[in-house]
């Protein structure tokens, strides 16, 4: 059972940055496409941001595109989220996920298309 930890989230002004934060209890963490979702109260939730295994291919939704940068560490078994310049409207429970595939260059934007998921962790954005 592949366990995902999410953290680093919090209360943030306008404008202001936060870094989340994946960890992972994959041992093979090499195999797996990572992403993040986030959902904001009463709507559904959305793709934010993926990376490939190998970590050399991303993809963001457009609204947050160039103030976001998803990354990850092989070596700590992690993924990470660093958002800047954030907005009100970015205010929402952020979830990390995980799944295995077999293309090292594959992004997955899809919820479907991931098996495991994070317990998620709140950011909120006062204007």
């Known amino acids: 059972q592949v366990q995902l930890v999410e953290s680093g989230g919090g209360l943030v002004q306008t404008g202001g940055s936060l870094r989340l934060s994946c960890a992972t209890s994959?041992?093979?963490?090499?195999?797996?496409?990572m992403g993040w979702f986030r959902q904001a109260p009463g709507k559904e939730r959305e793709f934010v941001a993926a990376?490939?295994?190998?970590?050399?291919?991303?993809y963001y939704v457009d609204s947050m595109k160039g103030r976001i940068t998803i990354s990850r560490d092989h070596a700590k078994s992690t993924v990470s989220l660093q958002m800047n310049n954030l907005r009100p409207e970015d205010t929402a429970v952020y979830y990390c996920?995980?799944?295995?595939?077999?293309?090292?260059?594959?992004?997955?934007?899809?919820?479907?298309?991931?098996?495991?998921w994070g317990q998620g962790t709140q950011v909120t954005v006062s204007s």
């Open positions: 994959q041992r093979t963490f090499s195999s797996y496409a």
């Open positions: 990376i490939s295994r190998n970590g050399r291919q991303t």
């Open positions: 996920a995980a799944t295995v595939v077999a293309g090292a260059s594959s992004v997955l934007t899809l919820e479907k298309q991931y098996d495991y």
